[in-house]
């Protein structure tokens, strides 16, 4: 299973962007996904994840009411919709797969445990004036 970040870039704060993670090798209806992140000098956070079915999503509290999560099938694809971006969403993004028949917890355990077992190689969001 491959994952391949896109969309990371220098924006002004309370702007908006969107990062895209094509899945190859696999589909999404056997893949929980989710968006981690890692800032200089900090630990990887899970920010936001989405299960296969799409039922069910997480995301960290810092984010809640400005970050959505969604899948398109048809692409293969998971996009993280960022608006109303601080400056301490400064980060390297990176997208992370889990495999959901060898895992029986929740969504929220997968970003907040740091459960996956493929991620990419992560793309540069900066939020500056």
């Known amino acids: 299973v491959q994952l391949v970040e896109s969309g990371g870039a220098l924006v002004e704060p309370g702007g908006s962007l969107t990062l895209s993670c094509t899945v190859s090798?696999?589909?999404?209806?056997?893949?929980?996904i989710g968006w981690f992140r890692q800032a200089p000098g900090k630990e990887r956070e899970g920010v936001s994840c989405?299960?296969?079915?799409?039922?069910?999503?997480y995301y960290v509290d810092s984010v809640k009411d400005r970050f959505t999560i969604s899948r398109d099938t048809a692409k293969n694809t998971v996009y993280l919709q960022m608006t109303s971006l601080k400056r301490e969403d400064t980060a390297v993004y990176y997208c992370?797969?889990?495999?959901?028949?060898?895992?029986?917890?929740?969504?929220?355990?997968?970003?907040?445990?740091?459960?996956?077992?493929?991620w990419g190689q992560g793309t540069q969001v900066t939020v500056s004036s």
């Open positions: 090798g696999s589909t999404l209806k056997y893949l929980h």
């Open positions: 992370v797969a889990l495999r959901a028949v060898l895992f029986i917890g929740s969504i929220q355990a997968m970003c907040e445990r740091g459960r996956y077992d493929y």
């Open positions: 989405i299960s296969k079915s799409d039922e069910s999503t």
